[in-house]
T-cell receptor, first 111, second 115 residues
């Protein structure tokens, strides 16, 4: 079945640095989404990139999508302590209303 | 956008008992989902809550253990029945429009501990 999967990472960076995390998936998708989760609470949607898009920006977030490699990356620039969280990618496939979530990346930003 | 109120936020329950988790959405939504998340893990979909009909369960989850109701387009409940310590987890409800290029919204989660 379709599933987004991040390379398992636990990033620990200094405030002000950039954080990059990756996601790979297995089948054709309609779109790919990134979510943030703080301390086991609800997920918050960050950005959605459609299958016909290659790059998208939202504030300090930059997402890329390479459908030929079935992969995506999320870049957080000029990180802040408040960016400390787990980040998940999720894929949506045609004809399926469910989202398939990846394993998540834990990011710790040290003040 | 949609705001989801999920309660309780946490509970400690005795084994063998049942807990019902409620989710209220501030607007009508097409799709509602229930997930389980073990600490440090990803989300596992339990079922899709269907308005006015039986929920659609994923492999490994059954209605007798996780009965779900969805009486209208803004409300759903998940019951964790006959609980055991293995049911200790975070349970999350989610809502999403049926249109493909839409985001999902989540409740704040219910942290369940079974003792």
């Amino acid at each position: 079945s379709q599933q987004g999967e991040e390379d398992p990472q636990a990033l620990s960076i200094q405030e002000g640095e950039n954080a990059t995390m990756n996601c790979s998936y297995k089948t054709s998708i309609n779109n790919l989404q990134w979510y943030r989760q703080n301390s086991g609470r609800g997920l918050v949607h960050l950005i959605l990139i459609r299958s016909n898009e290659r790059e998208k920006h939202s504030g300090r977030l930059r997402v890329t999508l390479d459908t030929s490699k079935k992969s995506s990356s999320l870049l957080i620039t000029a990180s802040r302590a408040a960016d400390t969280a787990s980040y998940f990618c999720a894929t949506a496939t045609y004809g399926n209303n469910r989202l398939a979530f990846g394993k998540g990346n834990q990011v710790v930003v040290i003040p | 956008s949609a705001v989801i109120s999920q309660k309780p936020s946490r509970d400690i329950c005795q084994r063998g008992t049942s807990l019902t988790i409620q989710c209220q959405v501030d607007s009508q939504v097409t799709m509602m989902f229930w997930y389980r998340q073990q600490p440090g893990q990803s989300l596992t979909l339990i079922a899709t809550a269907n308005q006015g009909s039986e929920a659609t369960y994923e492999s490994g989850f059954v209605i007798d253990k996780f009965p779900i109701s969805r009486p209208n387009l803004t409300f759903s409940t998940l019951t964790v029945s006959n609980m055991s310590p293995e049911d200790s987890s975070i349970y999350l409800c989610s809502a999403r429009d049926s249109l493909m290029n839409t985001e999902a919204f989540f409740g704040q989660g219910t942290r369940l501990t079974v003792v």
